[in-house]
């Protein structure tokens, strides 16, 4: 029984843009840059100095806490170690390493039991692939013994990107060894690879291959954003609502996306590091939209030329979909662990109007799948009320923008909230 969330909208897709070229391309950059952080957390502190020899696979960076390794995407020679720009904003210190494209690879050992597990999830540098970038094993360490349904999140719902559809059309069963392997050392009672109706390609290649997974169902869901938002399927796979501030394990569930999924088996089960994912490079202002395997450190710049370059009309260039995604000024900027998507856009699909006006339509109240009120949330914004953000829950706001794309009066909705949120983290402090 599929259980249906609150709100949503219906965008449009543009998803076949990016599968006309259907070859898988792997790219080969002359040059990386590997920042030392690419997850939620402390960030890594480099291992290595200007001028040694690294291989693809070796660890180059490392810390302590809430942190997770990064690693050589190719073998090469490091040439700097120093602040670039990184697609969240603010300049990261990274390792820059000359591709000797020489190959060389080091791999990890392979686990034998649950601990060692858990220790070769965190050593391959494991992130969450859909976005979020949280360290796997210990969102795998707190699932233990505190789930009972484990969900493989392939619903890929933001417009455009088509990079998790491409690995379960192309390469399913790591998807499915890495379920099967987290479902042994979670204990989960019931565990599901969640995709949306429109993936008839992966869900065909999927069909073929479950019959060896008995104990994994399909949950085939009606395209709807943002499904693919934690919560959102959560309650669409089990029915279950995760309360506000609360973390999915509260409902007994743990999500992880199916890049991640993948990750994890080649980890584990090939010693592989974290070290390449599916990028889609797609939109209306780039000349030959498609999927490519790409070394982590990969620029921008190189995605795009390799794809045929950009339109003189570019709007904007986005990392991730043009609902939640990240607009990049420097295209420098290298593809992270999360990055998912290089979006070329001739114009912005969720742009505000000049003079925006309210028109106390309700729409946006409609479509938050979250339950917020969007309308007085952007008024006590604008008008510094904390208090009355607190009372709204504007922390809950996951960005989604289902409100800014409904909205005839073009508020600059979103953007406002990132603002209310500061307020509000700022008020905390005091
Ligand atoms: S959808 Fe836009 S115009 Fe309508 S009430 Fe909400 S904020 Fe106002
Ligand atoms: S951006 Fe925030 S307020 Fe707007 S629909 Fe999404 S969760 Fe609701």
């Known amino acids: 029984m599929?259980?249906?969330?609150?709100?949503?909208?219906?965008?449009?897709?543009?998803?076949?843009?990016?599968?006309?070229?259907?070859?898988?391309?792997?790219?080969?950059?002359?040059?990386?840059?590997?920042?030392?952080?690419?997850?939620?957390?402390?960030?890594?502190?480099?291992?290595?100095?200007?001028?040694?020899?690294?291989?693809?696979?070796?660890?180059?960076?490392?810390?302590?806490?809430?942190?997770?390794?990064v690693h050589a995407s190719v073998s090469g020679v490091v040439r700097a170690i120093e602040p670039r720009p990184h697609v969240?904003?603010?300049?990261?210190?990274?390792?820059?390493?000359?591709?000797?494209?020489?190959?060389?690879?080091?791999?990890?050992?392979i686990p034998g039991n649950d601990d060692e597990i858990l220790h070769a999830?965190?050593?391959?540098?494991?992130?969450?692939?859909?976005?979020?970038?949280?360290?796997?094993?210990?969102?795998?360490?707190?699932?233990?013994?505190?789930?009972?349904?484990?969900?493989?999140?392939?619903?890929?719902?933001?417009?455009?990107?088509?990079?998790?559809?491409?690995?379960?059309?192309?390469?399913?069963?790591?998807?499915?060894?890495?379920?099967?392997l987290l479902r042994r050392l979670l204990d989960s009672k019931r565990t599901v690879l969640a995709v949306e109706d429109n993936k008839t390609e992966a869900i065909a290649e999927l069909k073929k291959l479950l019959p060896e997974y008995p104990h994994i169902e399909?949950?085939?869901?009606?395209?709807?954003?943002?499904?693919?938002?934690?919560?959102?399927?959560?309650?669409?796979?089990?029915?279950?609502?995760?309360?506000?501030?609360?973390?999915?394990?509260?409902?007994?569930?743990a999500v992880f996306n199916v890049s991640t999924f993948a990750a994890i088996c080649r980890a584990v089960t090939e010693g592989r590091a974290l070290t390449e994912r599916i990028v889609t490079?797609?939109?209306?202002?780039?000349?030959?939209?498609?999927?490519?395997?790409?070394?982590?450190g990969t620029s921008f710049h190189d995605l795009i030329e390799i794809a045929g370059g950009l339109h003189d009309k570019t709007e904007r260039v986005i990392s991730g979909g043009p609902m939640m995604g990240v607009a990049q000024s420097d295209l420098s900027v290298p593809v992270v662990k999360a990055t998912n998507s290089v979006l070329c856009l001739l114009r912005d699909v969720n742009g505000a109007a000049e003079n925006p006006v309210c028109l106390r339509c309700g729409k946006c109240v409609t479509v938050c799948p979250m339950r917020l009120q969007p309308l007085y949330m952007y008024r006590f914004t604008n008008a510094g009320r904390v208090d009355e953000l607190n009372r709204m829950n504007l922390m809950d706001c996951m960005e989604c923008g289902c409100c800014a794309f409904t909205c005839p009066g073009k508020l600059p909705l979103v953007e406002t909230f990132r603002k209310g949120k500061q307020m509000v983290r700022e008020a905390q402090k005091k």
């Open 88 to 109: 969240k904003g603010a300049p990261v210190n990274a390792v820059v390493i000359e591709n000797d494209f020489k190959n060389e690879s080091v791999t990890m050992p």
């Open 121 to 180: 999830i965190r050593e391959a540098g494991i992130v969450g692939m859909g976005g979020a970038a949280f360290p796997g094993n210990v969102k795998a360490l707190g699932a233990m013994g505190n789930v009972d349904t484990l969900i493989a999140n392939g619903c890929e719902c933001e417009p455009y990107i088509t990079a998790d559809d491409t690995l379960l059309r192309t390469s399913p069963k790591p998807v499915l060894e890495g379920m099967s």
């Open 281 to 296: 490079v797609s939109g209306e202002a780039i000349a030959q939209p498609q999927n490519f395997i790409v070394p982590i």
């Open 218 to 253: 399909l949950a085939i869901l009606p395209t709807r954003y943002p499904q693919g938002s934690e919560k959102q399927l959560i309650q669409a796979v089990t029915g279950r609502q995760v309360p506000p501030g609360q973390l999915p394990v509260k409902v007994g569930c």
């Open 2 to 69: 599929k259980h249906l969330f609150f709100g949503g909208i219906h965008p449009k897709y543009n998803k076949e843009m990016s599968k006309t070229i259907p070859e898988l391309r792997t790219i080969e950059p002359g040059c990386v840059v590997i920042p030392m952080s690419q997850h939620i957390g402390a960030p890594c502190v480099p291992l290595v100095k200007v001028g040694d020899r690294v291989k693809k696979g070796q660890k180059i960076g490392d810390g302590e806490g809430l942190c997770v390794p």
